[in-house]
């Protein structure tokens, strides 16, 4: 079980736990083709949960290496990007809007994509292995998530129509490439 501890180990303690980032996106995906948005979300919570300590595991032991940099941003990705922005897709604007406004939920969902795609990227070529700053410069992609969901749930609540959702979600991805800081947990 020393491999677990190792970080020149692929499949060292810290990078499991993005595995399971990893499959939590992909059945929260599932979920959503099956308009089953309530496990989707259970699924979501779940890769945050491992995303939180698949790091705090990494710094812990000393399991900081590239591969680990570059695995965690693909479940980020995955998980904090694509997810949120199918499930808003799928639950609101393809149930609720149509013709020209759904074309533009779909550039808004687009744009958040790649902005998302954007900061980790720059995340990515930015870090150093091991090393944390107080503050994030940009809203990181799993808060965008947790905002994300906060705005789908005041869609279900009715305090939100689409087209609120749509301008969230256009301010949320700004915000992700942003000069905001944000305080590091």
Not at 5 to 9: E, F, I, P, T
């Given at each position: 079980m020393k491999f677990l501890?190792?970080?020149?180990?692929h499949f060292n303690l810290a990078n499991l736990?993005?595995?399971v980032n990893i499959t939590a996106g992909l059945n929260a995906v599932y979920f959503i083709t099956q308009?089953?948005?309530?496990?989707?979300?259970?699924?979501?919570?779940?890769?945050?949960?491992?995303?939180?300590?698949?790091?705090?595991?990494?710094r812990k032991y000393n399991l900081s290496n590239?591969?680990?940099?570059q695995l965690d941003s693909f479940a980020d990705f995955l998980s904090f990007v694509l997810v949120p922005v199918f499930l808003i897709f799928q639950a609101i604007y393809?149930?609720?809007?149509?013709?020209?406004?759904?074309?533009?939920a779909a550039v808004g969902?687009?744009?958040?994509?790649?902005?998302?795609l954007r900061r980790l990227i720059t995340f990515n070529i930015d870090a150093d292995a091991g090393e944390i700053d107080n503050y994030f410069t940009g809203v990181p992609t799993p808060l965008g998530a947790i905002l994300l969901m906060f705005v789908y749930l005041l869609f279900i609540s009715t305090v939100f129509n689409a087209y609120m959702v749509l301008i969230a979600m256009s301010v949320i991805a700004y915000?992700?490439?942003?000069?905001?800081k944000v305080k590091h947990l």
């Open positions: 501890y190792k970080a020149d180990n736990l993005t595995f308009e089953n948005y309530f496990l989707a979300i259970i699924f979501a919570w779940i890769g945050g949960a491992a995303d939180i300590f698949d790091g705090k595991i990494a590239e591969f680990g940099i393809a149930a609720e809007l149509s013709g020209l406004a759904l074309f533009f969902s687009i744009y958040y994509v790649i902005s998302g915000l992700l490439n942003s000069n905001v």
